[in-house]
T-cell receptor, first 114, second 116 residues
Framework: AQSVSQHNHHVILSEAASLELGCNYS??????LFWYVQYPGQHLQLLLK??????LVKGIKGFEAEFIKSKFSFNLRKPSVQWSDTAEYFC????????????FGAGTRLAVHP | DAMVIQNPRYQVTQFGKPVTLSCSQT?????MYWYQQKSSQAQKLLFH???????NEADTPDNFQSRRPNTSFCFLDIRSPGLGDTAMYLC???????????????FGAGSRLTVL
């Protein structure tokens, strides 16, 4: 069965620090990859997605992610975090077979201190 | 604004007392999903509707049922909640998967259920 692993459950950073959140998935075929973010008290929102083409994907708020097929990875990065980036981040993979079934990782809770 | 609205946002119920959670959407999306999210765990897909076509996940307990009376509304019924059903329940929608860019889900804010 397909699965998504997020390596860090909790990350604490100071403002201006660089961020990298790991995500690995287990499926050998064509996949679509996503990062969703959930800010405190808000609903899940799409941060960025990869369908095809350039494996380096730019998202909102200065986030980017790189798809490395050989490593089955889709790590999320941001060069300089802000306090407002405090949120929970979920990696997800679109399973094959239609209907946009998403399989999520367990999430990484990021806390950014001023 | 077009959106996905879930009610109630918070629900406390007693062990075994049926609960219904609702989801409505103004996006006119074909597909609606129900996910369960327990603390520190990944969201787990329970079932989804493609129009009126109901698709149950193999490991979704029989205790969980769903109804979609029309395009805009979808309900999650938990017939006899157990303590282990305490979780956040997320509704999401998406466009017809055959359309370009259809692989993007729009989520509601969730309904947090506590079973005592």
């Amino acid at each position: 069965a397909q699965s998504v692993s997020q390596h860090n459950h909790h990350v604490i950073l100071s403002e201006a620090a660089s961020l990298e959140l790991g995500c690995n998935y287990s499926y050998g075929g064509t996949v679509n990859l996503f990062w969703y973010v959930q800010y405190p008290g808000q609903h899940l929102q799409l941060l960025l997605k990869y369908f095809s083409g350039d494996p380096l994907v730019k998202g909102i708020k200065g986030f980017e992610a790189e798809f490395i097929k050989s490593k089955f990875s889709f790590n999320l990065r941001k060069p300089s975090v802000q306090w407002s980036d405090t949120a929970e981040y979920f990696c997800a993979v679109n399973a094959p077979g239609g209907y946009n079934k998403l399989i999520f990782g367990a999430g990484t809770r990021l806390a950014v201190h001023p | 604004d077009a959106m996905v609205i879930q009610n109630p946002r918070y629900q406390v119920t007693q062990f075994g007392k049926p609960v219904t959670l609702s989801c409505s959407q103004t996006l006119n999306h074909n597909v609606m999903y129900w996910y369960q999210q327990k603390s520190s765990q990944a969201q787990k897909l329970l079932f989804h509707y493609y129009d009126k076509d109901f698709n149950n996940e193999a490991d979704t307990p029989d205790n969980f049922q769903s109804r979609r009376p029309n395009t805009s509304f979808c309900f999650l019924d938990i017939r006899s909640p157990g303590l282990g059903d305490t979780a956040m329940y997320l509704c999401a929608t998406s466009r017809d998967p055959r359309e370009t860019g259809a692989n993007v889900l729009t989520f509601g804010a969730g309904s947090r259920l506590t079973v005592l």
